[in-house]
């Protein structure tokens, strides 16, 4: 029985643990790039700006007219029209 209970504990906690572990990433199209004295920036179309309880703490600097300062590596790595996830 002993045995049974903390097997059935470990299996709540673990279900637990996985599924509030979930991170929504934003996502934009990039629509332009580029690169001024060194920093990197994506432009796009910021359709999170007007949405007042929108999560704006995530790795991508958004500014609201839709620029985002981004890597040299995601800079060199995406293209205008694809999609860029953060």
């Known amino acids: 029985m002993y045995i049974k ?5 470990c299996l709540i906690f673990l279900h637990a643990l996985i599924f509030s572990c979930n991170k929504k990433e934003d996502c934009i199209i990039i629509e332009d790039k580029y ?37 040299k590596e995601d800079y060199d790595n995406y293209k205008i029209g694809e999609e860029y996830c953060y």
């Open 5 to 9: 209970k903390n097997r059935f504990l």
């Open 35 to 71: 690169e001024t004295n060194g920093t990197y920036y994506f432009y796009f179309i910021n359709n999170s700006y007007n949405q007042p309880f929108s999560n704006n703490n995530s790795s991508l600097d958004v500014d609201p007219l839709g620029t985002g300062k981004v890597s």
